[in-house]
């Protein structure tokens, strides 16, 4: 082929035009953060032979062992395992010892395995971990990320950033609510209360556990997610159900998604469920269970159908 100033004009065009049409792609999705450490507080690390303090814009892990030269200290969250997550870790310094970073996989509340995405390392710098780059079991559906300090008697390191998010296209999202008084929920052994100028849900007096019901259903899909936001709960755990339906709308069966959960991010692939064979609708009910002085902020519930 003999390439001419007409040929060259035409193929930047066309790079031009796809690039227009990458923007537009871009712009068309939404990113989720389903985490950040430094908004979520220390009261969500899980200690395991390590420590994970806040001080001065960084998370300090430093192992305390007495058993030997390793510790490790994790989020107590789960990641939900969504299109195009991005788990964003910055090591800011690594002062004694080295570290390791693993992802911890689950299928809902079901331990499945553990794999290194960095092992041994003494270099501080950025980790952009894309679990879909990582051989996680094929049934997963959420992930925790694990921090080791190894290799050294007190090994420490620190964090300037540990974020996890995920872009989600605008035409793949079916409803997106907030779920608050005014959404039209039925409410069952709980009313709604202020609390720091913030509607919350509590249990009703003499209540150990109730729920509230968004009542509309929606059509199951084979590739359907499911999204819920909870930015606290205090004193209690929630429950994330699904009240299943057939094709004509008849109440086939309740079942629950994620269970027993705290705070943040949470999410369901109805299609790794064991549903009923006919079930094809469901409403989302959550639930609150704890003492007298439980509170949730219920926050945005995602339906979107997902690749």
Excluded: C
Aim: net charge negative; aromatic share 8%; glycine share 8%.
């Amino acid at each position: 082929m003999t390439y001419t100033a007409t040929t060259t004009n035409a193929l930047k065009s066309l790079l031009a035009a796809m690039g227009i049409l990458l923007a537009a792609a871009v712009s068309n999705a939404e990113e989720i953060v389903v985490f950040d450490a430094f908004n979520a507080g220390d009261e969500v690390w899980h200690w395991g032979g390590a420590k994970a303090k806040t001080a001065d814009g960084v998370i300090t892990i430093s192992e305390m062992n007495p058993d030997g030269n390793y510790g490790d200290a994790f989020p107590d969250v789960k990641i939900p395992l969504l299109p195009r997550l991005a788990i964003d870790t910055y090591i800011q310094s690594v002062d004694t010892g080295a570290y390791t970073i693993q992802l911890m996989a689950f299928k809902g509340d079901q331990f499945l395995s553990s794999m290194d995405v960095v092992t041994g390392s003494t270099e501080p710098g950025p980790h952009v971990i894309d679990p879909s780059t990582v051989q996680l079991p094929p049934d997963a559906d959420s992930v925790r990320i694990k921090f080791w300090a190894v290799h050294a008697e007190g090994a420490t390191f620190t964090l300037s950033r540990l974020r996890a998010s995920a872009s989600l296209p605008a035409d793949s999202i079916r409803i997106d609510d907030m779920l608050k008084p005014s959404s039209g929920l039925e409410l069952d052994k709980t009313e709604w209360a202020e609390s720091d100028g913030e509607e919350v849900l509590k249990l009703s007096d003499g209540a150990t556990f109730g729920s509230i019901l968004r009542p509309d259903s929606f059509p199951l899909h084979d590739n359907t997610v499911i999204l819920f936001h909870a930015p606290s709960i205090l004193g209690g755990v929630m429950t994330l159900q699904l009240v299943l339906f057939d094709t004509n709308g008849l109440y086939l069966d309740s079942i629950d998604a994620v269970k027993h959960e705290g705070a943040g991010w949470h999410s369901t692939r109805p299609a790794n469920l064991a549903l009923p064979d006919r079930a094809a609708a469901a409403a989302v009910k959550i639930w609150i269970a704890g003492g007298p002085d439980v509170r949730l902020k219920p926050g945005r519930l995602i339906v979107a159908d997902l690749d």
